[in-house]
């Protein structure tokens, strides 16, 4: 289960927080991008991210130049995944459908060379599972360049809506189209690069992950 924290602690739409690690794993797992916040020189700062989960850490990745991964003290990290827009017969009821995670804690730069070439694994295979066993491995001055924070997942919270729209019981028989338009994230045909030297297939695990989506 994810401990409670005053932070953690979710307020509004008590009935959308979820206490399982699983529903966090899950969460994590099925996203791609995730926002980092952090403060630098006294100012909040909001950056896109790529991530993976091993385990209970949270691996993020970037540049040895971004100072939102040199900057010190606590961190937030959000992961949201938007399934469908909530139609409503009332204005003041539409809503969204979503899975959404937060994680608050302190991270920790990854020195240990095993470590962070792992971590550089799981932040390939999140993108494009079945990548890293093709291509070339980061080399001594890429692994130099690039930077991975590890954040434990100890304090995290989950909501998720996954419901029809809720209106005003009198609205019930306003003329007025409700329900829910799903939306998924679909992956569209491979576009290879014009210098492929010679032409070459789409792999197997690219060309199959092109006709799924990352819907539930």
């Not at 385990?55 to 469908?84: F, I, P």
């Not at 070439?117 to 999140?126: D, I, R, S, W």
Request: charged share 25%.
């Amino acid at each position: 289960m994810l401990s409670t924290t005053e932070r953690t602690r979710v307020r509004r739409g008590k009935n959308r927080a979820r206490t399982d690690r699983d529903d966090l794993y899950d969460v994590l797992d099925a996203g791609m991008i995730c926002h980092l916040g952090v403060v630098v020189d006294g100012a909040p700062r909001v950056v896109p991210t790529a991530y993976a989960r091993v385990g209970d850490t949270l691996y993020l990745h970037g540049s040895t130049g971004a100072r939102s991964l040199r900057a010190e003290g606590e961190v937030c990290v959000t992961v949201t995944l938007l399934d469908g827009i909530v139609l409503a017969r009332s204005a003041m009821h539409h809503s969204v459908n979503y899975r959404s995670a937060m994680v608050y804690g302190t991270p920790r730069p990854v020195t240990d060379p095993d470590e962070h070439m792992a971590a550089l694994e799981a932040v390939t295979e999140q993108l494009a599972p079945g990548q890293w066993d093709v291509v070339r491995r980061p080399n001594r001055k890429e692994i130099a360049a690039t930077a991975v924070l590890a954040l434990g997942l100890d304090e995290a919270s989950v909501k998720i809506r996954d419901a029809p729209p809720v209106d005003d019981e009198e609205d019930y028989a306003l003329p007025v189209w409700a329900g829910v338009l799903p939306v998924r994230t679909v992956f569209g045909t491979p576009e290879p690069d014009p210098r492929l030297d010679p032409p070459r297939p789409v792999p197997a695990h690219i060309h199959g992950r092109s006709t799924r989506s990352s819907a539930r």
